[in-house]
Every structure is written in C-alpha cells, then in structure tokens.
C-alpha cells in the first residue's frame, strides 16, 4: 500500500516580519514538486500573511489563520498536524518554510516505519541548526538523537512522525502541543515546542536522525519578531 504523506508548513509573509516569505514558500514547493516522488499533500497554513501567497492548486491545501497572536506559532503547528491526520495521513512531516529538499526527502520518507516505531520522533541532518545536524559528509550518519533539551537535541525545524504518534501523544484530540508543556522554557506560545518533546519522552518517545538524509534551512527565526510585536500589543 502506498503512503500517504502529509507535508505540513507554516508561512507568514509581511513587510515587517517575514517579507521575504513569497519567495520562502516558492523555494520550499519548487523542491518537493522537483525530488519528492511519493504520494504528497501539502498543507500550507498562513500564520496572518500581509500579502496574498501565491499557492498552486496541485498537491495543495490552504488554511489561513486571521490572528497570529492568538495562538502564535506552535496553535498553526497545531492545526496543521491535526488537519493532516485527520486527512488521513500515513506520514506527517512539519516544516518552517526557510528549508528546501533535494532528492534524499525520498530516502527519509522511505525510513519512516508505518507499522511499528510509535513513539518515534525523526527529522534529518542539516546545515541550519546547532550540533546534532552536522553535514552527513563529516562523518557516519547519526541515527539516535536525544529528546532532552540540556542535550544535543531534536530540533523543530523538520520532524516527522506516523500517524500513530501522533494519536499515541497528542496533547488532546486536535492538539499536539501543550503551550504549557513544563518544558517550554516560559514560551510555549511562539517557542518552546521542543520542550513537549522532551515531555513525551518521559511517556516513551524518542528522537531519530535519519541517515544520508539531508535538509537545507536558513534558520531565519522570525517568530521571535512576530513574538515582541504580540507582547508589545499586549
């Protein structure tokens, strides 16, 4: 049986947070539609864009969010994951939009288990974030990656799990994230996501780094102005 994968990405474009976001989504979709050759939906959630994003019709499903400051970041994490499972998703991989594939998406696609491996958390190396996700040219690939934020650790830039994770440790029927997961470092809102990974590894759940696998990210965090403006209205 084919999977079936739900690519989920959050984007925002305006002139004073993220004005370069038009060309962020048209990256990040020109490399799937170019290397990825399985059978994907994506699912483009606008966390309040200014400016209308130009989003095709293939492969595509559009949310937007009318008010950001809401439920920040981590509630159009939220919605994303819960509308790709509930779309019947074998496979959810959540995305921020400053990233783009090449042709080993395929090769992590492949990797991730269906049947078995619930409480699997993977993502893939990378040049955009600290040290876990060092170039897989520097050395043999890493598989195992911790959840616990004092430590080198699953970041949130690309993760991926089944579709029985996410039933397994979702924080409520239509939610994933807990804003007030005891890890979040005081920000569950914007940031902190990571810490509800380190919460649901005390439940079982644990990080994978996928070998010969490998994301672009420019690791942009304009969250964090979307972040001060919100608690600059308040």
Not at 19 to 46: A, E, V
Request: hydrophobic fraction near 30%.
């Amino acid at each position: 049986m084919e999977k079936k994968v739900g690519i989920v990405v959050t984007v925002h474009w305006s002139e004073e947070i993220r004005p370069n976001g038009d060309f962020l989504l048209k990256r990040f979709l020109d490399s799937l539609y170019q290397y990825c050759t399985h059978n994907f939906c994506i699912y483009i959630i606008d966390n309040e864009s200014q400016f209308n994003l130009n989003v095709p019709d293939e492969k595509t499903k559009y949310i937007r969010i009318d008010d950001q400051n809401k439920k920040g970041l981590t509630g159009a994490w939220n919605l994303g994951l819960n509308t790709a499972y509930n779309d019947g998703c074998d496979i959810i991989i959540n995305c921020n939009e400053d990233l783009w594939f090449n042709e080993t998406i395929n090769y992590f696609i492949d990797k991730i288990d269906l049947d078995n491996d619930e409480d699997v958390i993977y993502s893939s190396f990378t040049n955009g974030v600290h040290s876990p996700y060092k170039n897989y040219s520097n050395g043999e690939p890493r598989e195992d990656l911790s959840l616990d934020l004092s430590k080198d650790y699953l970041n949130g830039f690309l993760f991926a799990f089944n579709r029985n994770h996410y039933y397994k440790f979702r924080y409520k029927n239509d939610q994933y994230f807990n804003v007030n997961n005891k890890y979040n470092g005081g920000d569950g809102k914007w940031g902190g996501q990571e810490g509800q990974f380190t919460e649901n590894a005390e439940h079982g759940a644990r990080g994978l780094i996928v070998g010969k696998a490998f994301t672009f990210h420019d690791k942009i965090r304009a969250w964090r102005v979307g972040k001060r403006l919100d608690e600059g209205s308040n």
